[in-house]
C-alpha cells in the first residue's frame, strides 16, 4: 500500500458472515481485500491483494483478547512486524481516539474521532425497528488523522450509504511515504472495530 491515489474508498460486503470490505482507490483499483472472521475472541486480520485471497499482503493481530486497550500489531507478508495501532482505552468511549505507533514503539500519528453525539444518534437510532436500515443516509461520523505536531494529514468519512457499508478516506496534509501503510492498516483496523461498536 504505497504510492497510493486518494481517495480511498472502503465498501463492505453485506452478503457474508464475515466482517470484510474491499478499498480501492482513485482509479478503481483494488489496494486491497479486507476479512475479519467472526466470533474471534483474540482479533486477526488478514489483507489480500484482491478478492481472490491468493496473496496475503499483510495481518494484523490483537495483543489480547477482546479488551479495551488492546494493541493491534501489522505484520508484512514475511511475519515481520513494523507497527500497530492502539486504542486509547477507556478515553475511546465517547469519542474513539487511537494511536498509529513504529516497529520501535514510538506513536506517530493520532486517529480521532471528530464528533462524539453523531455516533451516539448513529447507535439510538440504529435500534429502531424499519428506520433503522436507514440510519447510514444520516449519521456519518468522520475521523481525522494527525501527525506528532497536531496537523491533519487524512481523513476518514463514513459515506451516505444503505446499511452504512461505505467509507472513504481522503489526503489532507503531507504524508511520509514510508508511513502510509501503517496509516492505512490503522484506518482498516480502526473501522472494523468501530463498526462492530456501533
Known sequence: MKNLQFPIDFVF????????????????????????KMFKLKEE?????????????????????????????FY??????????????????????????????TPEYTIEEENGWIKVADSLFGEVPVAGILTGYFFNPAYKVMDKSGTKIARLKKIPSFFGRKFQVTKEGPMDEGDSERIMLGLMMMILLERRRG
Open 13 to 36: 460486503r453485506i452478503s457474508t458472515f464475515s466482517n470484510d470490505f474491499t478499498a480501492t482507490d482513485a482509479y478503481g483499483h483494488t489496494v486491497g481485500y479486507i476479512r475479519q
Open 45 to 73: 486480520i488478514k489483507i489480500y491483494a484482491d478478492t481472490s485471497q491468493n496473496q496475503l499482503n499483510y495481518t494484523i493481530k490483537a495483543d489480547r483478547w477482546l479488551d479495551f486497550s488492546a494493541a493491534y500489531a
Open 76 to 105: 508484512d507478508a514475511n511475519g515481520k512486524e513494523f507497527g500497530k495501532i492502539v486504542r486509547k482505552g477507556w478515553r475511546s468511549i465517547w469519542k474513539a481516539k487511537y494511536q498509529i505507533v513504529d516497529d520501535n514503539g
